[in-house]
């Protein structure tokens, strides 16, 4: 990371911890594959200790889109967090975790420093609060959703 790039960082861990709700004392397991940057799973350590949660990171070769690998499973079902970078938490394994309290929150667009630094992470977490809540309740409802607007004055 350069060093101009630190107070876009650090925001970005705040707004990130915000929108997930992050707790003091929480686990948060940061699933991933070897297409995300070191640095991004650097930046969800920070982002963990930040808010004062028990970070580990649970990384594999080549991921399954809608499967949590049998390998790393037991490890991810401690967490009550769970940032992914594919579409696992859509499967039925993300799915169970949910309905028992776990949160689950994708990173899979931040998969370079840049971009976890960019202004797309100054979304206000209200607004992206929304948003997630409101996309994941048409998911678990089954609601056969193509298109979905987004606008904020």
Not at 94 to 102: E, Q, S
Not at 137 to 149: F, H, L, M, S, T
């Amino acid at each position: 990371m350069k060093p101009d790039m630190f107070p876009d960082f650090i925001e970005a861990c705040k707004r990130i911890g915000e929108i997930g709700c992050l707790k003091e004392g929480e686990k948060v397991c940061i699933m991933g594959d070897r297409r995300i940057e070191a640095d991004v799973i650097y930046a969800l350590i920070a982002t963990a200790k930040m808010f004062g949660c028990d970070p580990y990171v649970c990384m594999v070769d080549e991921f399954e889109e809608w499967m949590v690998p049998a390998t790393i499973a037991p490890a991810v079902l401690n967490a009550n967090v769970v940032f992914h970078a594919w579409p696992a938490a859509a499967g039925a394994f993300g799915a169970k975790m949910r309905r028992t309290g776990a949160r689950w929150l994708s990173f899979g667009d931040l998969r370079t420093i840049e971009l976890f630094c960019s202004e797309g992470m100054r979304i206000p977490p209200v607004l992206l609060s929304k948003i997630v809540t409101t996309t994941w309740a048409q998911i678990e409802k089954g609601d056969k959703v193509k298109q979905i607007r987004i606008s904020d004055a």
